[in-house]
């Protein structure tokens, strides 16, 4: 049986704006693209790498009002944040 996508609702700049598709791209694909930047239009792949900026642009360039970029870090391995 599908998974029902929940709505993911964010405000933004340009209105409210529901990442639900991104998240469930994430869900799918991310163990494909570990240690890469991904970049989205919602359920669509604008492309991936170590640089997002260049995707970024060109996402805006075909019309993107606000393209999704994520770091896919790998989960294996434990992550500590700290303060310096």
């Known amino acids: 049986m599908p ?13 409210k704006v529901d990442l639900s ?6 869900r799918q694909h991310k163990h494909e693209y570990v240690g890469q930047w991904v970049v989205l239009d919602g359920d669509r792949l604008v492309g991936h790498g ?3 900026l260049p995707f970024f642009k060109q996402a805006k360039a075909e019309g ?8 896919i870090r790998d989960e294996s391995k434990p ?3 700290t303060w310096l």
Request: hydrophobic share 40%.
């Open 3 to 15: 998974t029902k996508i929940m709505p993911r609702i964010w405000k933004s700049s340009i209105g």
């Open 79 to 81: 992550f500590c944040g």
């Open 50 to 52: 170590s640089d997002p």
């Open 21 to 26: 598709r991104e998240h469930a791209w994430l």
């Open 64 to 71: 993107v009002k606000m393209p999704f970029m994520h770091f």
